[in-house]
């Protein structure tokens, strides 16, 4: 193909920009927090070719690293492509040479064995390095001053696992990095690789464990005591995908499962929970210990949220039927059995967000997206093709709702969030938001919203000078710790 296709996947914020910029100084309407001080750097898919087949997808796009650098009141962008090593490949071809989405089977002959991901789900900061992950691959790391790519890495060839995932958790106190990658030993194996990298960022643990049917591990939680790894029913099948096929296809009638081990334990100590059939959910606000019982609160979804995985297994439903809600799962490690508790805490949405010191410990606050049933039509666009136009804030201890939602023709991205230096207030929410000017054109504005009263709006505004394209996953670093790489940087090489 010479043209992008004219499908949900490439309009509406799906448009693609494909372009490589950077400003200093950007306009601030309103007046940042001085104490927002680091970088907000985000994921961004945007295909710099047009693909080889017109049913690709918006997951396929090329990864972008963006940078919004905030000090003193003061904002700089920047944003550059990941050179994964099929970026570099079809920039010198001027042509795609990878076929459908995860599968090596439709790619062009001379692509054979190469590595196809695109790195552009997650930015991941541990151990003063910037990761840009998928979870089909390796992640690339990214200079994060330059956003230069540094390379595929791999821990230094001490991590076995061929994937890594795009959602690793961070234990707040330990400053430890738990992750994982599912097909970790191959093209639909059931290999999953549960990984723990030290505060330093050096690799101390991986093992590997099978799941019950090879899923799309999307997303896991920890504990102060526990590794959750939720599997849900969109399987991959080898034949299929050899056949040129999808590699997901949701199934309905098949049931979904929780394993559940000791976080510094042995993959032989998991234990496996039964779930609800069909169900799905890509992403969790968090888990925490109480006592024998582990809560952890799901966005989960009664089918699967991407339509094209819906498609592949059969499942005909409309974006706008499907059902599901914030839902707190609930287990007790003290008793035997397969089944565990669950009830609805929060209206139905996704890309939660929590204050990173809470992570794997009680929370008394999160965040996440939703669509207003009352705001008109969604813009179109975003991973699953309509854009979410409503931000909440979520007490699951009282049940206490706050919501910003955004006029007609406007979408929100993920928002990550800032601690606040007072203990006693909720820190910030940086987010992305968009507003229609045409058919595929928008706006886009870096606001900045008081976690603690999202309904009263920004308390400042960065209009953007260029398109901008819908986000994934963002990801909050402050100043000390960029400082922190720099040092580190310089002593292992001299200017």
């Avoid at 918006?58 to 970026?87: C, N």
């Avoid at 738990?178 to 030290?198: C, R």
């Avoid at 799905?280 to 799901?298: C, K, Q």
């Avoid at 809600?325 to 009830?343: C, I, L, V």
Wanted: proline share 8%; hydrophobic share 35%.
């Amino acid at each position: 193909m010479t043209n992008f296709p004219k499908t949900i996947h490439f309009i509406g914020t799906n448009t693609p920009v494909g372009i490589e910029w950077s400003a200093r100084n950007l306009d601030v309407v309103g007046t940042i927090p001085e104490e927002i001080d680091g970088a907000f750097f985000r994921a961004v898919p945007d295909p710099a070719l047009a693909p080889m087949f017109e049913d690709e997808i918006a997951l396929s796009g090329d990864g972008m690293v963006a940078k919004f650098d905030i000090r003193g009141g003061v904002v700089d962008y920047a944003i550059k492509y990941v050179e994964t090593e099929r970026y570099k490949l079809e920039k010198e071809a001027r042509r795609a040479l990878f076929g459908r989405y995860r599968n090596p089977f439709t790619d062009d002959p001379s692509v054979a064995g190469k590595d196809r991901t695109v790195a552009n789900t997650t930015p991941v900061w541990h151990g003063g390095r910037l990761l840009m992950t998928k979870e089909d691959g390796l992640g690339y790391e990214i200079d994060p001053e330059t956003l230069e790519t540094i390379g595929r890495f791999d821990y230094y060839g001490a991590l076995k696992s061929e994937t890594f995932t795009a959602h690793p958790r961070i234990d707040p106190e330990t400053g430890e990095m738990f992750f994982f990658g599912y097909e970790a030993g191959g093209l639909a194996s059931l290999d999953v690789a549960y990984g723990i990298a030290d505060k330093d960022g050096n690799l101390v643990s991986e093992q590997w464990f099978q799941q019950p049917y090879c899923s799309t591990i999307h997303d896991f939680l920890i504990t102060e005591k526990y590794a959750i790894f939720p599997i849900f029913p969109t399987t991959a099948d080898l034949s299929r995908i050899e056949a040129g096929g999808p590699h997901w296809a949701h199934q309905q009638e098949l049931e979904s499962w929780v394993g559940i081990m000791p976080r510094y334990g042995k993959v032989e100590e998991m234990r496996w929970f039964k779930g609800p059939k069909g169900v799905s959910a890509f992403h969790f606000l968090n888990a925490y210990d109480d006592g024998d019982r582990i809560h952890m609160d799901v966005c989960l979804s009664d089918t699967c949220a991407f339509q094209f995985m819906r498609e592949a297994g059969g499942v005909e439903r409309a974006q706008q039927d499907i059902q599901g809600g914030m839902t707190r799962w609930s287990f007790d490690m003290a008793k035997p059995g397969e089944s565990f508790e669950s009830r609805v805490i929060g209206p139905p949405g996704d890309m939660p967000r929590i204050p990173d010191a809470n992570q794997g410990r009680p929370h008394r606050k999160g965040w996440y997206l939703t669509i207003n049933p009352e705001g008109g039509p969604p813009v179109l666009g975003g991973p699953v093709g309509v854009s979410f136009n409503m931000l909440l804030q979520i007490e699951p201890g009282n049940g206490r709702i706050d919501a910003l939602p955004l006029e007609p023709g406007m979408a929100i991205n993920e928002p990550v969030h800032v601690p606040s230096r007072d203990p006693e207030k909720d820190g910030w929410l940086l987010t992305v938001v968009d507003k229609q000017t045409g058919p595929d054109s928008f706006d886009s504005q870096l606001w900045v919203i008081d976690a603690g009263a999202v309904s009263a709006g920004p308390v400042a505004r960065v209009p953007m000078p260029m398109p901008m394209r819908a986000q994934v996953h963002g990801w909050w670093v402050p100043r000390t710790e960029l400082e922190k790489a720099r040092a580190r940087h310089a002593e292992i090489v001299p200017a």
